[in-house]
């Protein structure tokens, strides 16, 4: 079973930059890691995707230009790089593992591991 674990998270003000990092561990390796976050009273939102097989990213839409998701194969270990960060962006950041379809990348139900969350605070 894998295990996931982020980091990286924390306030910074408007303007400024966040690393995420999520690590997974155990004994198998779902194909898809992905990034969601959820702010309080909202359901939770894709943020993005990337396989371990293939570097080719998956981003919200909204996020294009700000955000970008990279894996380190060797360290089993996916990034979340968020600039230019927004009071909007705060949430807690969830990593997920699974295997979803491509057609359901984007929906929290289609990964079955998920990490235990880091807080993301952007202060105006």
């Known amino acids: 079973q894998v295990q996931l674990k982020e980091s990286g998270g924390g306030l910074v003000q408007a303007g400024g930059s966040l690393r995420l990092s999520c690590a997974a561990s155990?004994?198998?390796?779902?194909?898809?890691m992905a990034w969601f976050r959820q702010a309080p009273g909202e359901e939770r939102q894709f943020v993005a995707a990337?396989?371990?097989?293939?570097?080719?990213?998956y981003l919200s839409e909204s996020l294009r230009g700000r955000f970008t998701i990279s894996r380190d194969t060797a360290k089993n270990t996916i990034y979340l790089q968020m600039n230019s960060l927004k009071p909007e962006d705060t949430a807690i950041y969830y990593c997920?593992?699974?295997?979803?379809?491509?057609?359901?990348?984007?929906?929290?139900?289609?990964?079955?591991?998920w990490g235990q969350g880091t807080q993301v605070t952007v202060s105006s």
């Open positions: 155990g004994d198998s390796r779902s194909p898809t």
């Open positions: 997920a593992s699974g295997s979803p379809i491509l057609s359901s990348l984007r929906t929290p139900s289609a990964y079955r591991t």
């Open positions: 990337v396989r371990w097989t293939n570097s080719n990213p």
